[in-house]
């Protein structure tokens, strides 16, 4: 087994309101990208890409039940998508699964005219980030 570069991110665990609702936007998307799922238990499912895995967990210790992406904590995350028309087909098939896409006057370069990306926020207000980096000539 090789071991993961020095520094490369192990995990992120984010704790939501609703399992199935994160379920059926999240991870729907995370196995649209390729992850697939590693671990599942009562309150929680985790999926697995490479070395890396993300886990949604409803704990019974959660303190609010809405999350807040401008509260000071994770404010999205951001995704490597394969080129510009899969980050196409990717917006059109996510608002099937709970997902809106933000800042739609500006898309697709909401993030400058370096990357071509979509911002997706689902039902419960996480958002996501999908980029296909523009080749220097585009």
């Known amino acids: 087994m090789n071991r993961p570069t020095h520094g490369a991110l192990h995990h992120v665990e984010i704790w939501v309101p609703d399992l199935g609702r994160a379920i059926d936007s999240l991870g729907w998307l995370l196995q649209t990208l390729g992850y697939a799922v590693s671990q599942s238990w009562g309150a929680g499912r985790s999926w697995l890409l490479g070395p890396t895995y993300l886990v949604l967990e409803q704990s019974p210790a959660l303190t609010a039940d809405r999350y807040d992406r401008c509260r000071p904590g994770l404010n999205h995350l951001a995704f490597h998508v394969e080129d510009a028309a899969t980050v196409e087909k990717l917006v059109v098939d996510a608002a099937q699964h709970g997902w809106s896409l933000m800042f739609p ?12 990306a979509a911002y997706l926020e689902n039902v419960d207000g996480f958002e996501v980030e999908l980029v296909a980096i523009n080749s220097p000539s585009g």
Request: hydrophobic share 15%; proline share 8%; net charge negative.
């Open 105 to 116: 006057e500006l898309h697709p370069h909401a993030g400058g005219n370096q990357q071509y």
